[in-house]
């Protein structure tokens, strides 16, 4: 196993699949996977690749998922970031962390439990694709829609993001937030800065309605979630001279959300917000996800207890964080679902990478998993 996942990791990464580019990572998986039973569909969406495979036909189902594709590298790395090193018992190279690691100690966990219980029970599943890192439409969005109309069912899902925060581990991702994006216009009347009073100033108009979205207590969140969050990413206005008032100011906004908030709540509630002041306005809205939680129970115990076993850890469930393909998997399917993987320090950076006893001892708790859920 040990030489197994480091090789795999290395095959992966030697790949530059800037996202939504697979360009045969999936074909490097699949192959492996074929040749321990598994039945492989490759489902390509618009120009995303995308696979499902299966071995068993029995519940439960237990399914591994992730992506193939990577974020742009950028400048000035100590090694060659598509021709992956280990230095200092480090493996540099971009998805080194997120995530091609995972990826290869996934394939490695399977084949071992496979080999060593080749009639065990329930399903293995994989559900792999390209299309994370960028708009995620046709990935595994996707490929949720497709298993539902094929009465596909998934009971446990593990989805190998980078979880870990200072030993493998440490974290478990239980759940995520929503997410939840306002582009608010507020129109106002563009004028000579020296005639304020034949013109109306939306900078102005703006301050104390702002100031109200940010003073708001939206919810107080719950035992797994923070409270709801409120914040302003961009604010935009004027014509770049210094004598115009402007006619319009754009304001742009993210609500992170728990499961004690809905988007349609959270939008209504801003509308009723803004109509509380006398002014004209636009505003779009744009949801790019749900939250979405799994609590303590079997597949959370799973993990648990194999970190346990293998690292000597007691485990931290958290609810933080961004978003990830969690928020498809988990409302479409009805699926558990956690998030597990390697320490995310580096990811996205120059130099991304993940210790080669990392990847080796996250074979090993993948493997253990699978002995805790299909044994």
């Given at each position: 196993?040990?030489?197994n996942?480091?090789q795999?990791?290395?095959?992966?990464m030697?790949i530059?699949?800037l996202t939504?580019?697979d360009?045969?990572?999936?074909?490097l998986?699949?192959?492996?996977?074929?040749k321990?039973?598994?039945e492989?569909?490759?489902?390509?969406?618009g120009?995303?690749?995308?696979?499902?495979?299966?071995?068993?036909?029995?519940?439960?189902?237990f399914?591994f998922?992730?992506h193939t594709?990577v974020?742009p590298?950028?400048?000035?790395w100590?090694?060659?970031?598509?021709?992956?090193?280990?230095i200092?018992g480090?493996?540099?190279g971009?998805?080194?962390?997120?995530?091609?690691?995972?990826l290869a100690?996934?394939?490695?966990?399977?084949?071992?439990?496979?080999a060593?219980?080749p009639k065990?029970?329930?399903c293995?599943g994989?559900l792999i694709?390209?299309d994370e890192?960028?708009?995620?439409?046709?990935?595994t969005?996707?490929?949720?829609?497709?298993?539902k109309?094929q009465n596909e069912?998934i009971?446990?899902?593990l989805?190998?993001?980078?979880?870990?925060?200072?030993h493998?581990g440490d974290v478990?991702?239980n759940?995520?937030?929503?997410?939840l994006?306002?582009r608010?216009?507020?129109?106002?009347?563009q004028g000579?800065?020296a005639y304020?009073?034949?013109?109306?100033n939306?900078?102005?108009?703006?301050m104390?309605?702002?100031e109200?979205?940010?003073?708001?207590?939206?919810?107080?969140?719950?035992?797994?979630f923070?409270?709801t969050?409120?914040q302003i990413s961009?604010?935009?206005?004027?014509?770049?001279?210094?004598?115009?008032?402007?006619?319009?100011?754009?304001?742009?906004?993210?609500f992170?959300y728990s499961?004690q908030?809905?988007?349609e709540?959270?939008q209504?509630?801003v509308?009723?917000i803004?109509d509380q002041y006398?002014?004209?306005?636009?505003i779009?809205?744009?949801?790019?996800?749900?939250p979405?939680?799994t609590?303590?129970?079997?597949?959370?115990?799973?993990?648990?207890?194999a970190i346990?076993?293998?690292?000597?850890?007691?485990?931290?469930?958290s609810?933080s964080?961004?978003t990830?393909?969690?928020?498809?998997?988990?409302?479409?399917?009805?699926?558990?679902?956690?998030?597990?993987?390697?320490?995310?320090a580096?990811i996205h950076q120059?130099?991304?990478?993940?210790?080669?006893?990392?990847?080796?001892?996250?074979s090993?708790?993948?493997?253990q998993?699978?002995?805790n859920?299909?044994?």
């Open positions: 196993m040990t030489s996942t480091l795999l990791a290395k095959d992966l030697a530059d699949s939504p580019n360009k045969g990572c999936q074909i998986m699949t192959d492996r996977l074929k321990i039973g598994f492989v569909d490759n489902l390509k969406f120009e995303v690749d995308n696979f499902w495979a299966k071995r068993g036909n029995h519940s439960p189902t399914v998922a992730g594709d974020v590298v950028g400048d000035n100590k090694t060659k970031p598509f021709q992956p090193e280990v200092d480090l493996l540099y971009r998805g080194a962390a997120d995530m091609k690691g995972s100690a996934m394939v490695t966990a399977t084949e071992q439990f496979v060593d219980f065990h029970k329930g293995i994989f694709t390209s890192e960028g708009p995620a439409t046709h990935g969005l996707k490929v949720c829609e497709y298993l109309a069912t009971d446990y899902c989805v190998g993001e980078p979880s870990s925060s200072k493998l478990i991702k759940g995520r937030r929503g997410s994006n306002g608010l216009t507020l129109i106002g009347k000579h800065i304020p009073h034949l013109a109306n939306p900078i102005h108009l703006a104390p309605v702002l109200a979205l940010c003073n708001e207590l939206w919810d107080k969140g719950n035992e797994y923070p409270a969050s409120f961009n604010i935009n206005s004027g014509t770049g001279v210094t004598n115009v008032i402007p006619g319009t100011v754009e304001v742009v906004f993210n992170r499961t908030s809905t988007h709540d959270l209504q509630r509308l009723a803004l006398n002014f004209e306005y636009k779009n809205w744009e949801h790019s996800g749900y979405f939680l609590p303590k129970g079997n597949l959370v115990n799973a993990c648990v207890e346990k076993i293998v690292k000597g850890l007691d485990s931290e469930l609810t964080g961004g990830s393909d969690g928020r498809f998997i988990a409302p479409i399917l009805a699926a558990q679902v956690v998030e597990l993987g390697p320490l995310n580096t120059v130099d991304e990478c993940v210790s080669v006893q990392d990847l080796e001892d996250l090993v708790i993948y493997y998993i699978l002995k859920i299909l044994l």
